[in-house]
């Protein structure tokens, strides 16, 4: 059974940085994609970031460009979102998520939203204040 599970959410300053982690069990995903999402209140679940375990291509939502880098490590367990230089308007929950395969030749898009994924974390807390 494969259990996805977040961590390292809490409370940031503005400006400072914070690093979240995700780790998969059960299973390896080293062929396939892990993403983070996040969702505030009153509004949709959006995506953040993505990142394919075999050859690291990476994919980052608009908002937290040049701000945010998702890596993983060599052994496809761990996915890792740093955050730097939060700002109060990233305050949410955090989903990390993951899909078995990975294709290059694929719309970037694809890889943006959530029915592309097939598992999921329940999510941590991040709240950035100003």
């Known amino acids: 059974q494969v259990e996805v599970v977040e961590s390292g959410g809490g409370l940031v300053q503005a400006g400072d940085s914070l690093t979240l982690s995700c780790v998969v069990s059960?299973?390896?995903?080293?062929?396939?994609?892990m993403g983070w999402f996040r969702q505030a209140p009153g509004k949709e679940r959006e995506f953040v970031a993505a990142?394919?375990?075999?050859?690291?291509?990476?994919y980052y939502a608009d908002s937290v460009k040049g701000r945010f880098t998702i890596s993983r490590d060599n052994a496809g367990r761990t996915v890792y979102l740093q955050m730097n230089s939060p700002k109060p308007e990233d305050t949410s929950i955090y989903y990390c998520?993951?899909?078995?395969?990975?294709?290059?030749?694929?719309?970037?898009?694809?890889?943006?939203?959530?029915?592309?994924?097939?598992?999921w974390g329940q999510g941590t807390q991040v709240t950035v204040s100003s």
């Open positions: 990142i394919s375990w075999s050859v690291g291509d990476t």
């Open positions: 998520a993951a899909r078995d395969s990975y294709y290059r030749s694929r719309s970037s898009s694809y890889y943006t939203q959530q029915a592309s994924y097939s598992y």
């Open positions: 059960g299973r390896t995903f080293s062929t396939g994609v």
